[in-house]
């Protein structure tokens, strides 16, 4: 599974979440059996080779139609703000649904 995430800075030890009009640089995370096996960096959401089928968003007052109509879950990190962070909460189921 494939999750988008939009990031402040590309370095991952410093990458933080940022709202999708600040996004610097968008990382896309390859999950697989629980694990992160990769992660990619890319100027452009659309540059990535494999489609994502989550993006992970800092605020439920997001613009995120766009990702909505390409039928991709929204979900929101309230706290978290680190790749780590989020991935773990991602896991663990607690990262919380768009509020619509």
């Not at 452009?44 to 007052?61: P, Q, R, T, Y």
């Not at 390409?70 to 680190?82: F, G, I, K, P, Y």
Request: net charge negative; hydrophobic share 50%.
């Amino acid at each position: 599974m494939y999750i988008l995430i939009p990031m402040d800075t590309k370095d991952a030890d410093e990458a933080s979440i940022t709202k999708i009009n600040d996004v610097k640089i968008w990382a896309q995370i390859l999950l697989e059996e629980g694990e992160v096996v990769e992660t990619l960096f890319h100027e452009d959401k659309d540059g990535f080779e494999n489609f994502s089928e989550v993006l992970i968003v800092m605020d439920d007052n997001e613009y995120v139609w766009p990702f909505i109509e390409l039928n991709m879950m929204v979900l929101v990190a309230h706290t978290q703000r680190s790749i780590d962070d989020i991935m773990e909460a991602f896991l663990f189921r607690e990262l919380n649904e768009l509020a619509y």
